[in-house]
């Protein structure tokens, strides 16, 4: 494995554990100040601001999603969502000085209320360096099912 | 279960039975009685422009399309093949070219329903197969109509018109369209189609229910509020944050809302109006002073209403362009779809802000939607036990005021639930629809 393949591979990994560990605070700060994180809601979809999206979110937005998922009033966390993901088909799509676009595939098992469901799709993240590490100024997610019938989403995937 | 025998009893003016949310047997009876007489809202103009387009809808259990003619003319039919009944359109949204073309055997349909032609015609020679016959064409929908490119239908052929069946709701329709300079709306920017694992009717009651939402929504106006908090002090509360954290005003604000409920179930709880001062308002402002005057502007401006109801499918959100569009499809599953429009003629930040609207409040992965769901999930499995059989619609009952066509209360009153329970009762107890 290439040095760049092994050092965004590890970064995937270990923002794929914070997640699990809904250590969202910590999760947040991986993104740049001006950071994206975009699930598109179709296919073909042109762009985020003509047309909805399951997530379009700014820092702002990011914040206040992790506020509320640990309120204590969050219904819809009682209990809360539990999760694991998996990540793989780790390939770098494109690296041109200190940016690195990687694509992966996602395989995320959710359990709530009794529940288990199965979500997954793709990752394609845009990571900046930064530093010794990486920041995220894009993380895009395209989950298979975008375009059918949803139940809610509520954390981040 | 007798409550199907027993319909009259179910439902009294300030409570309701359990069962009218639980009992798949009078499900199987709003099927037949209100949604096999009501009229249904199919689909808007603007999502079919081009002659073959198709869009896909729900009429109680019946899957329909509307389909634009060449010659302009909308058409609604049933989504099944005379021959051996194959459904014919299989997308929510497609084009079907010149001719509907079953994908079974190939039998071919005009856009309005009329049979175009048949493979190996000549095996038919002799026998009672009959172009001219309907039973060979594709069901037309008994009826149909659109009132400003909202289009509608019913199965019922016999039953008011569509201007009759929305009544005083029409002024909903009427604003959502005269806000745009132009006058017209179209549908765009996609939608959002979600599960509730609840009654319909839950869903509706909550359309208006102006006492849930500081309840209901605490923690996402808990977070809007810690993250206005959080950013450098004095500003003003950004958009996006604004339409999270307006769901914690106290009980004195929604109760001065005005609340309105007419015949047939529909209704409306207002807003209260101020002048708007961002500037994606302003700009909006300009383009209809400048299509219809400074005068006209402000009576379209003064109609501020939160949702609106079209009972039993719809219910538009005129202030920021949203449709939602509710399709029982089981007593405990309800299908609803969330659309957005564009006003013709406004700049596209109002459409852009009416897409953040949709994302941000009413999309299943908002932080808003989830605890509506979880709520009504949370009332469908509190109504299957044993620990009660009435539901309680006490809140400011008998103080409705009668107006023409209606009824009028506070904001905080359960006057919608009541209307809509008013109207259930007259449909359920009409005898059979159709
Ligand atoms: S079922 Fe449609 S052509 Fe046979
Ligand atoms: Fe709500």
């Known amino acids: ?157 | 279960m007798d409550a199907a025998q027993d319909l009259a009893g179910l439902v009294q003016p300030d409570r309701v039975h359990k069962s009218v949310y639980t009992d798949p047997a009078i499900f199987e009876l709003e099927m037949a009685r209100i949604f096999g007489r009501a009229w249904v809202y199919v689909g808007h103009d603007s999502q079919i422009p081009n002659a073959g387009d198709y869009h896909q809808a729900l009429i109680g259990r019946e899957s329909v399309f509307m389909v634009r003619a060449p010659d302009g003319a909308v058409h609604v039919l049933f989504n099944r093949c005379p021959h051996k009944g194959s459904k014919l359109v299989a997308f929510p949204d497609g084009n079907a070219g010149k001719f509907l073309r079953c994908p079974f055997h190939g039998w071919s349909f005009r856009c309005d329903g009329g049979l175009h032609s048949v493979p190996a015609r000549a095996g038919y020679d002799g026998t009672a197969f009959d172009e001219a016959n309907p039973d060979f064409s594709i069901r037309r929908v008994p009826r149909q109509a659109s009132y400003r490119g909202f289009v509608f239908a019913s199965l019922a052929a016999d039953g008011e018109d569509l201007e009759m069946f929305l009544g005083g709701i029409r002024t909903s329709i009427d604003n959502f369209c005269d806000r745009a300079p132009q006058g017209e709306v179209e549908v765009a920017g996609g939608v959002f189609r979600v599960w509730q694992h609840s009654n319909w009717k839950i869903f509706f009651e909550n359309l208006n229910d102006t006492s849930h939402p500081m309840v209901t929504h605490e923690s996402s106006v808990n977070a809007a509020r810690a993250e206005y908090k959080s950013l450098p002090a004095g500003g003003p509360m950004p958009f996006k944050l604004h339409i999270i954290e307006g769901n914690g005003e106290p009980y004195e604000f929604w109760d001065k809302l005005e609340m309105v409920g007419y015949d047939r179930g529909h209704s409306f709880m207002g807003a209260i109006f101020k002048p708007p001062t961002d500037p994606v308002s302003l700009a909006h402002i300009e383009t209809l002073k400048a299509a219809y005057g400074e005068a006209r502007t402000q009576e379209i401006l003064q109609i501020q209403r939160h949702n609106s109801i079209i009972y039993p499918s719809c219910s538009p959100h005129t202030s920021f362009q949203q449709l939602r569009v509710i399709r029982p499809i089981a007593v405990d599953r309800t299908l609803v779809e969330i659309y957005t429009f564009r006003l013709k003629g406004a700049p596209p930040e109002v459409f852009q802000r009416a897409v953040v609207y949709a994302n941000v409040v009413n999309s299943p992965s908002s932080n808003v939607m989830p605890d509506d769901i979880e709520v009504y999930n949370r009332a469908h499995e509190g109504l299957q036990t044993d620990g009660g059989d009435w539901v309680s619609l006490h809140r400011d009952a008998g103080r409705d005021r009668a107006i023409p066509g209606g009824f009028t209360a506070n904001g905080l009153s359960e006057l919608p639930m009541r209307n809509q329970f008013r109207a259930w009762a007259e449909y359920m107890s009409a005898g059979e629809g159709r």
Do not use: C
């Open chain 1, 1 to 157: 494995m290439s040095g760049l393949l092994a050092e965004v591979s590890a970064f995937l990994f270990h923002e794929a554990r914070l997640l699990d560990a809904r250590r969202w605070h910590e999760w947040l700060e991986l993104f740049t100040p001006d950071g994206m994180y975009w699930a598109p809601l179709t296919h073909d979809q042109p762009d985020p601001v003509n047309h909805v999206s399951l997530f379009y979110e700014d820092a702002l937005l990011r914040d206040v999603r992790a506020r509320r998922l640990e309120e204590r009033r969050a219904w819809s966390q009682q209990p809360v969502t539990q999760a694991a993901r998996i990540v793989g088909n780790i390939i770098v799509l494109s690296a041109q000085d200190d940016v690195v676009v990687v694509g992966s595939t996602f395989h995320m098992l959710e359990w709530r209320r009794q529940e288990h469901r199965m979500l997954g799709g793709q990752y394609t993240h845009t990571l900046r360096r930064s530093g010794e590490g990486w920041r995220i100024a894009l993380k895009r997610i395209d989950l298979i099912n975008r375009e059918g019938v949803q139940d809610t989403l509520e954390t981040f995937l």
